[in-house]
């Protein structure tokens, strides 16, 4: 079992950044790929990126790429998301996922976060 916790969403004005976490209990965390998604109330949930267990493999949506970074810290049993640039169209509600073995840019994951709001003002 892995639980997931996201924080770090508030309110930001475009151009601005943000840093989110999504901090893992569980002994298999390490093991884990871990994934952002976000949704927009009455839209589907969007992929946004993803990390192999190891760090050596991220994924990206094209909408974030050059824009976003995913990171994990292991020891710390916590992922990051650190977004620059933000723009309007990246307000949503953010949530982290696990799942064992390779990460994957569809939403097949076990594990999901209670989620967290990011507002982009224009």
């Known amino acids: 079992q892995v639980q997931l916790v996201e924080s770090g969403g508030g309110l930001v004005q475009a151009g601005g950044s943000l840093r989110l976490s999504c901090a893992a209990s569980?002994?298999?965390?390490?093991?884990?790929?871990i994934a952002w998604f976000r949704q927009v109330s009455g839209k589907e949930r969007e992929f946004v990126s993803a990390?192999?267990?190891?760090?050596?493999?991220?994924y990206y949506a094209d909408a974030v790429k050059g824009r976003f970074a995913i990171s994990r810290d292991n020891a710390k049993n916590t992922v990051y998301l650190q977004m620059n640039s933000l723009r309007p169209e990246d307000t949503a509600i953010y949530y982290c996922?696990?799942?064992?073995?390779?990460?994957?840019?569809?939403?097949?994951?076990?594990?999901w976060g209670q989620g967290t709001q990011v507002t982009v003002s224009s």
């Open positions: 996922a696990a799942r064992p073995g390779v990460p994957s840019r569809r939403d097949e994951y076990d594990y």
């Open positions: 569980g002994r298999t965390f390490s093991s884990c790929a």
């Open positions: 990390i192999s267990w190891s760090g050596v493999i991220t």
